[in-house]
């Protein structure tokens, strides 16, 4: 900037001419031009070497760097400005609880992850990034590293009993896991297993009793009608029912993908990379990766014994539509046969009319030649 604000100054100084003159002389108006011109050319050149002296290519170049730099810092402080900021619950291998807020790109970058990472998605998955475990179920967010658990955003989830009550204690290994030996990991994705077990259990403890109900009086033979009301609560617990199914199997889904392949097992063993001491303990008794696959499988079971349950609730429900139909097209065939007898009865009687309309034009009464 400062060889720019020089070179006005330079040139009038080099010529000593007066700058009307100039302009005359650059319109070539006056004899003198082409001397003039030869002198404005030494003057350029003098301007040029004491600009290059102000402003050298290292000096021009660094000014376009600064600005290549403002630019994108400025870039980057309008994205920071428009990240999401989440509520963070840390919880450490004593069962220390502290909650603090952090901007998504901030905690991406203290966690080594990368930004689609902590993308919030409703369907449940457990991935692997960077010696993190990162846990999805449905609206709950978690990363595990080797010294502490992460919960992000847990606000509006009615999740304050478990998180301040139950998960301190069985992280710290007061709780009933079978995991409490095993490193930190293992307890985490017991902890966060089993929570999401009993959620489903919850549900499914809910759901079971008002189906049972509801179909006991749908298929009542004390009733010869069929409630309507009862059909519409039975459709939106069937409803609820196929939503419960459908978690269980993504539940299942995404633990058998993980027993299946052995090297996601091995990259959930977190602490058996980050710490020597539980390497060499791995290696000569302890598989963990093992451990890691009898704890999923234990779930799966779980799993798989929740999806037996309402598989058999479903069973319940077909049975009972079915039951439903065989009573609806009775009673749809006994109105048919009343509705036969009916008309059969009508035009009996239309005929017989008839038959005595025809025969009774020709036959003589006395009461004619009365009249």
Known sequence: MECLRSLPCLL???????????????????????????????????????????????????????????????????LASVAPVFTVTKFDKQGNVTSFERKKTELHQELGLQARDLRFQHVMSI????????????HLKAVITPECLLILDYRNLNLEQWLFRELPSQLSGEGQLVTYPLPFEFRAIEALLQYWINTLQGKLSILQPLILETLDALVDPKHSS????????????????SELETDIKIFKESILEILDEEELLEELCISKWSDP??????????????????????????????????????VLIDDSQSIIFINLDSHRNVMMRLNLQLTMGTFSLSLFGLVGVAFGMNLE???????
């Open 127 to 138: 991935t692997t990034r960077n010696n993190r475990i990162i846990m999805r179920m449905e």
């Open 277 to 314: 001491q539980v390497f060499e303990k791995s290696s000569t008794g302890i598989d963990h990766a093992e451990e890691m696959e009898l704890l999923l499988e234990n779930y799966y079971r779980l799993a798989d014994d929740l999806s037996n349950a309402a598989r058999e609730l479903r």
């Open 12 to 78: 009038p100084r080099a010529l000593g001419f007066p700058r009307r003159k100039l302009c005359a002389l650059a319109l070539d108006l006056t004899s003198a031009a082409r001397p003039v011109a030869a002198r404005c050319r030494a003057a350029d050149l003098v301007g040029k070497s004491r600009a290059a002296q102000l402003c050298g290519p290292g000096r021009l170049r660094a000014a376009g760097e600064v600005h290549r730099f403002r630019t994108s810092d400025a870039s980057q402080a309008t």
């Open 226 to 241: 069929v409630d309507r009301s009862k059909l519409h609560i039975l459709l939106q617990n069937g409803k609820s029912l």
């Open 365 to 371: 009464s006395s009461l004619e030649e009365v009249n």
